[in-house]
């Protein structure tokens, strides 16, 4: 069955570096556009970034563009959120998504605080 594993999330000083990590399997990965979003407690999931199914294109939401890169290996059929610059707002669960779908991960935690 289709399956998205999330991982790499943790605790991060202000103006650290995390990279999170989603595996997928039971699907073909590279046929599809993915999604990373984000919860924080009490609010709605949040979208972070998209990238299409080759990876040539990809979309940021305006508090993480120029900090977060989301990325794909279609060979692995993993993908990526390459996160510089975080900042105690960027704490949250964060999920990938196989939107044409509506496949959730499990999701990660990250938090960022000194």
């Known amino acids: 069955q289709v399956q998205l594993v999330e991982s790499g999330g943790g605790l991060v000083q202000p103006g650290g570096s995390l990279k999170l990590s989603c595996a997928a399997s039971?699907?073909?990965?590279?046929?599809?556009?993915m999604r990373w979003y984000r919860q924080v407690p009490g609010k709605e999931r949040e979208l972070v970034a998209s990238?299409?199914?080759?990876?040539?294109?990809?979309n940021y939401a305006e508090s993480v563009k120029g900090r977060f890169t989301i990325s794909r290996d279609n060979v692995e059929n993993m993908l990526y959120l390459q996160m510089n610059s975080l900042k105690p707002d960027d704490t949250a669960v964060y999920y990938c998504?196989?939107?044409?779908?509506?496949?959730w991960g499990q999701g990660t935690q990250v938090t960022v605080s000194s």
């Open positions: 998504k196989l939107e044409s779908r509506g496949i």
């Open positions: 039971g699907f073909t990965f590279r046929y599809y556009q």
């Open positions: 990238i299409s199914d080759t990876g040539t294109n990809a």
